[in-house]
């Protein structure tokens, strides 16, 4: 069955460092996308960035990158110059024969 | 404005007592689906419809009903809501290309005492 592990229940960065966020998945599916959605504390999700596995190259989008690596299934999402308002829970998703599946988050504080 | 609209927003009562949390959605999107999300287990799928008259479980049916009688809606349906069916429910629809992402409602605070 398809899966999304997301190994760190919760990261702190410094404001204006990198930081990245680990997303492992899951499929026998050739065809598949990876998101990540934003989740601050009033409760809404944000989608940040798309990836599909045929891909050539990772995805970015403003401060967000997302590292890629299809051997070893990974979708790690990193953001630069962090900020104050970083600060939220951001999960990682799978798309795949018009299903999603979620992995359980990951909780990040940015520091000032 | 493309937005799906999920009601009530906050819902606080008790054990046995059915419950409907309607979402509907302007942006003609085929999928649809519900989601509950508790701390340390992220969204949780709970029913899916690719289309009208099409639904499917996800990982935690049990105690849910749905229905998908058009296009735009997508009612979740408690019919005997449980303590332990306290959560944040969310609503989703997207297209079925795969690289559309999912748009979501605002979330459904539900508190079954």
């Known amino acids: 069955a398809q899966k999304i592990t997301q190994t760190q229940p919760g990261m702190f960065v410094q404001e204006k460092e990198a930081v990245t966020l680990d997303c492992t998945y899951d499929t026998s599916d050739p065809s598949y996308g990876l998101f990540w959605y934003k989740q601050p504390s009033s409760g809404e999700m944000i989608f940040l960035i798309y990836q599909g596995s045929y891909d050539q190259q990772n995805a970015t989008e403003g401060r967000y990158s997302l590292n890629f690596q299809k051997a070893r299934k990974s979708a790690n999402l990193v953001i630069s110059a962090s900020q104050l308002g970083d600060s939220a829970m951001y999960f990682c998703?799978?798309?795949?024969?018009?299903?999603?599946?979620f992995g359980a988050g990951t909780r990040l504080t940015v520091k000032p | 404005e493309a937005q799906v609209t999920q009601n009530p927003r906050y819902l606080i009562t008790v054990t046995g007592k059915k419950l409907t949390v309607t979402c509907s959605q302007n942006?003609?999107?085929?999928?649809m689906s519900w989601y509950r999300q508790d701390p340390g287990l992220g969204l949780r799928q709970i029913y899916y419809?690719?289309?009208?008259?099409?639904?499917d479980k996800g990982d935690v049916p049990e105690g849910y009903k749905v229905s998908r009688k058009e296009k735009r809606n997508f009612p979740l349906i408690l019919e005997s809501p449980s303590p332990n069916q306290t959560s944040l429910y969310f609503c989703?629809?997207?297209?079925?290309?795969?690289?559309?992402?999912?748009?979501f409602g605002d979330g459904t605070r539900l508190s079954i005492l």
């Open positions: 942006m003609n999107h085929e999928y």
């Open positions: 989703a629809s997207s297209d079925r290309v795969r690289a559309q992402p999912q748009h």
């Open positions: 419809s690719m289309n009208v008259e099409v639904t």
């Open positions: 998703a799978m798309k795949y024969n018009n299903d999603m599946r």
